[in-house]
């Protein structure tokens, strides 16, 4: 679990549960000392180096967990696979980081919009077509009503 500012109810399930002392949760090296002591009492808890985003401007404050060095992490613990069910910006922050290697979007025949609806990437994303994240190998499935979309990072 990616949690740069370790703000993780302690109180979830994620740390309180039977398996919890097989979680690892990745804080921010800005994260609160207290709040890390605390749930390194419950889970297993990595303090990663935080990347100077080109974005924090748009978003003071906003710690922002170095991914290559979690990356680096997970590979000297033998992961070779990853699977990032995130929200919108550590999606935007693969992806802007060029770490994504392939997407799953799931489209259901329900539109929910709005402003502060949640998004799939959200990020600053990009200022014109050109810089636009290309797919490739795209395949289409139906799923009773629903779309399935998988597809390549180029």
């Not at 679990?1 to 919890?20: E, H, N, Q, Y």
């Not at 207290?34 to 419950?42: E, G, N, S, T």
């Not at 490739?136 to 779309?147: P, Y």
């Amino acid at each position: 679990m990616l949690d740069a500012r370790a703000r993780t109810p302690l109180g979830s399930k994620l740390v309180s549960d039977d398996f919890a002392a097989l979680t690892t949760i990745v804080v921010g090296e800005s994260a609160s000392k207290k709040r890390v002591d605390v749930l390194a009492r419950q889970v297993i808890v990595w303090v990663a180096p935080e990347k100077k985003s080109k974005h924090a401007n748009s978003n003071p404050g906003r710690a922002e967990i170095d991914l290559r060095w979690f990356l680096k992490q997970l590979g000297s613990e033998d992961v070779t696979h990853l699977l990032v069910e995130g929200g919108g910006e550590i999606n935007a922050s693969f992806l802007r980081q060029g770490l994504a290697h392939r997407i799953v979007f799931f489209y259901a025949p329900k539109i929910i919009g709005g402003r502060e609806a949640r998004k799939a990437v959200a990020g600053n994303g990009v200022k014109n077509m050109n810089n636009a994240i290309r797919l490739r190998e795209v395949e289409w499935r139906k799923l009773g009503a629903d779309l399935l979309l998988t597809a390549r990072v180029s």
